[in-house]
C-alpha cells in the first residue's frame, strides 16, 4: 500500500468531533459503540450512513423549496390593506420600482444559493458514488464554500421581510410573515442539516479504492 495515500481510517484512526482528540480504535469494544477515550463522545472513522442521510435530506430541502416559491412570504397590512408577495414578486417589486441593488441581494440570497447549495451538495454526492477521482481538493473547496455560506443563510429571510415592510410601504406598516416563510426557513435548516451528515473524506476514500 501506497503510505501517503494512507487515511486515518485506514489506520483505525478516529476523530472525536467533540473534542478533536485523535484516538486508535481498540478492538476491545465493537466500533459501531466506539467512544472518544478523553470526553466519551461517540466516534467513528466516517459519518455513519453518510451519503444515504445526505441524499435524504437534500431531497426534503428541494421538495419544501417548491412552496417556499409559491406562497406568499410576506402580508403587509397598510392603512387597512392588506398586500402579499412571493419572493419573486418582491423581487419583481424592486426591478420595476428601480431598486436593483435589492433586487438583485433578495433574488440572490433566497433565490439562486439555496438551489446551488443543494446542487453542489448532489455534485459532491454523485462525484463519491461514482469513485471520481475529479479535482478532489476544488471539490472539498466546493464543499467548505456551502458549509460556510449555509451559517449565513437565515439571515435572508429577516432581511427580506423587513426590508420589503420598509421600503414598500413605510414605517406604519405592519408586517406578517406569510406560509412561505415556514417553509423557506425549513429549506435553510434542512440544508445546513445535509452539510453537516455530509463527510467530505469520502471524496478522498473513493480515490484511495481506486489506487488499490
Ligand atoms: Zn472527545
Request: charged residues 15%; positive net charge.
Amino acid at each position: 500500500m501506497n503510505n501517503l495515500s494512507l487515511t486515518a481510517a485506514k489506520a483505525a484512526l478516529m476523530n472525536c468531533p467533540r473534542c478533536d482528540l485523535l484516538s486508535k480504535y481498540k478492538h476491545s469494544q465493537p466500533i459501531k459503540h466506539a467512544v472518544c477515550p478523553r470526553c466519551g463522545a461517540a466516534v467513528h472513522l466516517r459519518k455513519p450512513n453518510s451519503i444515504n442521510r445526505t441524499w435524504a435530506l437534500i431531497i426534503a430541502a428541494a421538495i419544501f423549496y417548491i412552496p417556499a416559491n409559491i406562497f406568499p412570504i410576506t402580508f403587509v397590512t397598510s392603512l387597512g390593506k392588506v398586500q402579499s408577495d412571493t419572493i419573486i414578486s418582491g423581487v419583481i417589486y424592486f426591478i420595476n420600482t428601480g431598486m436593483w441593488p435589492i433586487a438583485l441581494v433578495i433574488f440572490t440570497a433566497s433565490i439562486v444559493v439555496p438551489l446551488l447549495k443543494l446542487l453542489v451538495l448532489s455534485f459532491l454526492l454523485v462525484s463519491i458514488q461514482r469513485k471520481s477521482s475529479w479535482r478532489p481538493g476544488d471539490r472539498t473547496h466546493l464543499f467548505r464554500i456551502t458549509e460556510a455560506v449555509g451559517r449565513w443563510s437565515m439571515v435572508d429571510i429577516y432581511a427580506l421581510t423587513i426590508v420589503v415592510a420598509l421600503l414598500k410601504l413605510g414605517f406604519f406598516a405592519t408586517v406578517e410573515a406569510g406560509p412561505a416563510a415556514v417553509y423557506f426557513a425549513a429549506v435553510v435548516v434542512i440544508t445546513m442539516l445535509a452539510a453537516k451528515v455530509f463527510d467530505p473524506r469520502l471524496t478522498w476514500d473513493a480515490m484511495e479504492s481506486e489506487n488499490e
